[in-house]
């Protein structure tokens, strides 16, 4: 069983940063990929950015390439996700994920293991 914890959400003003953290229990996180997905108010969930195992493929939605950085730290079981120059339509409850391929997360799934979320509320 992996479980996933976020934070680092919270509100901050249009064209500002945020980082978010995901921890993973050990047991397999450096054998997993990760990802971030996120929900926005009335949306349906969508893929965000992914990551491979050792980190040599990366992913990203096209609607935060350029802005979004996804990293990890597998001595931390940590995943990151930097948020820059912000937009109002990012705002979203972002969740964390762990599948077998970053491939798999970029696709929608099949996900594995999900976090609770962390609210990003970006005002305009």
């Known amino acids: 069983q992996v479980q996933l914890v976020e934070s680092g959400g919270g509100l901050v003003q249009a064209g500002g940063s945020l980082r978010l953290s995901c921890a993973g229990s050990r047991r397999i996180f450096s054998s997993v990929a990760m990802g971030w997905f996120r929900q926005g108010p009335g949306k349906e969930r969508e893929f965000v950015a992914a990551?491979?195992?050792?980190?040599?493929?990366?992913y990203y939605a096209d609607s935060v390439k350029g802005r979004f950085t996804i990293s990890r730290d597998n001595a931390k079981n940590t995943v990151y996700l930097q948020l820059n120059d912000l937009k109002s339509e990012d705002t979203a409850v972002y969740y964390c994920?762990?599948?077998?391929?970053?491939?798999?997360?970029?696709?929608?799934?099949?996900?594995?293991?999900w976090g609770q979320g962390t609210q990003v509320t970006v005002s305009s």
């Open positions: 994920a762990a599948s077998i391929t970053a491939s798999k997360l970029r696709n929608g799934g099949p996900v594995d293991y």
């Open positions: 990551i491979s195992w050792n980190g040599g493929t990366i």
